[in-house]
C-alpha cells in the first residue's frame, strides 16, 4: 500500500502529533505483513520528533530486516534521509540493546528532574 505523507501531515513532517498519525495508520498494515511504502513526495521539512514518533516505536515489536522488507521510502529529501538513518539507528538499537534503554531512560529522567528545579 502507498501512503502520501502530505496527504496525512501536509508538506512538512514536524509535530510528534503528525508522526503519531502516519505510525497509527502504518502498523496495522505491517502486522497484516503489507508492504507499506512512505512517498514523501512535496515534503519540505522533517524532523526527528516526527520521524521518531512515525517510525522509532515500530522497532518494538518488528526487526530491522522485516521493516527493511515491509517498509518503503520513496520520494524523500536529503534532509529526510539523512534523520531517517539516525532515527533507525537509534529507534534499532533502543529496542534491542536493553543496556542502551537504561542509560537513555536514565539520562531523560535525570533531564526532566532538573527541568521540575528551575
Do not use: W
Amino acid at each position: 500500500m502507498e501512503i502520501k505523507i502530505q496527504n496525512i501531515v501536509g508538506d512538512n513532517c514536524i509535530t510528534r502529533e503528525d508522526g503519531q498519525k502516519v505510525y497509527e495508520l502504518i502498523f496495522p498494515l505491517l502486522q497484516r505483513k503489507d508492504v507499506v511504502t512512505l512517498d514523501f513526495n512535496n515534503i519540505g521539512v522533517f524532523t526527528s520528533p516526527f520521524l521518531n514518533s512515525a517510525i522509532g516505536p515500530l522497532f518494538k515489536d518488528f526487526s530491522r530486516e522485516e521493516l527493511r522488507e515491509q517498509l518503503l521510502f520513496v520520494n524523500i529529501n536529503s534532509v529526510g534521509k539523512s534523520l531517517m538513518k539516525i532515527v533507525i539507528e537509534n529507534s534499532s538499537r533502543y529496542y534491542s540493546d536493553e543496556k542502551f534503554r537504561k542509560v537513555h531512560d536514565d539520562i531523560l529522567s535525570e533531564n526532566e528532574d532538573d527541568g521540575e528545579e528551575n
